[in-house]
């Protein structure tokens, strides 16, 4: 899995905080350093619609259409990604869970069922079908290439919902791997997060609120 942040909002807290500030009619108290305490102070309160002006667009590869299938249930984002109409999927890549990894039998059927998805592939391909039609055989774990954008609300509701411990593995990782981005950009939107490390989850710090 790879995660790149290909664009976020330039000095979004600040926006963030005019936003605010203009529903407020505060914004003769703006200064430097200002956007901090006052973006705290939304979060806190639960004034999560000022945050909607700060967007993040992130690329993703080397993920299943598992995942893809999961992520793009987020209907207020913005996606595009790697087509298996107009790309050909002769050399795909795939995913595979630990979980069939640890799994001698399990790894040894799923293996050998990815070697037989490719071949049928590439035989329909022969054949003459088009990629559009060829792409019926494909599994799941086949890798996929997305670019994703969503507003600063929005990845607050992804990383919540994803980053429990009940998500899907893969999922949960994105969320994860996402969430330390935004906290490096953004530090006071997402300061109510943490990242369990060792749990590999992510939790909302209730003593935050």
């Not at 000022?50 to 995942?67: P, Q």
């Not at 109409?85 to 890549?93: A, D, I, K, L, T």
């Not at 049928?120 to 054949?127: A, D, I, P």
């Amino acid at each position: 899995m790879n995660i790149e942040l290909l664009s976020i909002t330039p000095n979004a807290e600040k926006l963030i905080e005019t936003a605010g500030r203009t529903a407020y009619r505060s914004l003769n108290k703006q200064g430097d350093g200002t956007e901090k305490a006052f973006v705290r102070m939304l979060v806190k309160r639960g004034h999560l619609s000022v945050l909607e002006h700060a967007h993040a667009t992130f690329g993703i590869s080397g993920v299943s259409r598992a995942f893809t299938h999961q992520l793009v249930r987020h209907r207020l984002c913005s996606f595009t990604q790697q087509s298996q109409r107009y790309v050909s999927e002769e050399n795909f890549n795939y995913t595979e869970p630990e979980s069939m990894k640890n799994n001698p039998k399990a790894h040894l059927l799923f293996t050998k069922f990815m070697a037989h998805a490719k071949s049928l592939y590439l035989e329909l391909q022969k054949s003459g079908l088009k990629n559009e039609d060829a792409r019926f055989v494909l599994p799941n774990a086949v890798e996929s290439h997305i670019i994703v954008t969503a507003n600063f609300r929005e990845w607050r509701h992804i990383i919540e919902l994803r980053g429990k411990p009940d998500a899907q593995w893969e999922i949960r990782k994105a969320a994860i791997e996402i969430l330390k981005v935004l906290k490096t950009h953004a530090p006071e939107a997402f300061e109510d997060f943490e990242i369990d490390e060792g749990r590999e989850i992510i939790n909302k710090i209730r003593s935050y609120l």
